[in-house]
């Protein structure tokens, strides 16, 4: 297995990627629930959207695990910007989802509420743990996944947060939960996604992680992920 960071000619296998394996994701889905009626502009939303994050170094990191044979990707993360002392971007998802439309399959209530929910929860939650590293999406081929490499993708950011001595963060559904805690990273509290006028039938809970043993240097936690 090779971890690299991922540059402009990895856009369309990371898409087909993502593609792939994030359809049965709960925010994917609650996202773009019409994507399937839409399956070719979907198809060129998303790779319209890699190409920006690879366009954009100043803001996002793209990692991927990759088959040393092939070359092809199987697992891939979406990073902030790896520029120590730096806080992850308060308007990238805003960046991503106000691209995206009805055409593509996006429902816009259902971005509104997600987008709304990120705000209230960054100034809830993330604030008193200062420059962090925020990983926005990881995803592995579904039939790559148990295999390790999306814990090689993690550990290779865990490294880099110890590297600048900052924390770690991200948002995940309940069945990531799980995985980030095998990781290391602790439950800080939850997001209800609600849209307007959905109130008690369709919502989306995501739980908010935070791993600090880089910023913190906790060493039995790093030696696990062979860190130090």
Sequence with gaps: MEVRTATFSDSQPISNLLLTALSSEPQWQYLFPD???????????????VAHCLNSPTDWTITIAEDPKTKTPLSVAVWS???PGAEPSPTAY???LSSCGPEDGTKPSHA?????????GREKYFTGFGPRLHLY??????RQ?????????????????????VAASTLVSAKGYVFFSGL????????????EGEEGREELVVKVMVNTSGRDRRPSVLRFLGLE
Excluded at 35 to 49: E, M, Q
Excluded at 137 to 142: D, G, K, S, V
């Design 137 to 142: 999406l990881i995803a592995t081929h579904p």
């Design 112 to 120: 509104a509420a997600y987008l709304a929910a990120i705000s209230r």
């Design 184 to 195: 290391g990273f602790k439950d800080v509290g939850l997001m209800q996604v609600v849209g």
């Design 35 to 49: 994507r399937h009626a839409h399956t070719s502009a979907h198809a060129s939303r998303i790779n319209s959207v």
């Design 145 to 165: 996944q148990g295999r390790g490499y999306a814990q090689a993708l993690v550990a290779w950011g865990l490294k880099k947060a110890a590297e600048q001595k």
């Design 81 to 83: 910007t790896c520029t």
């Design 94 to 96: 805003t960046d991503i």
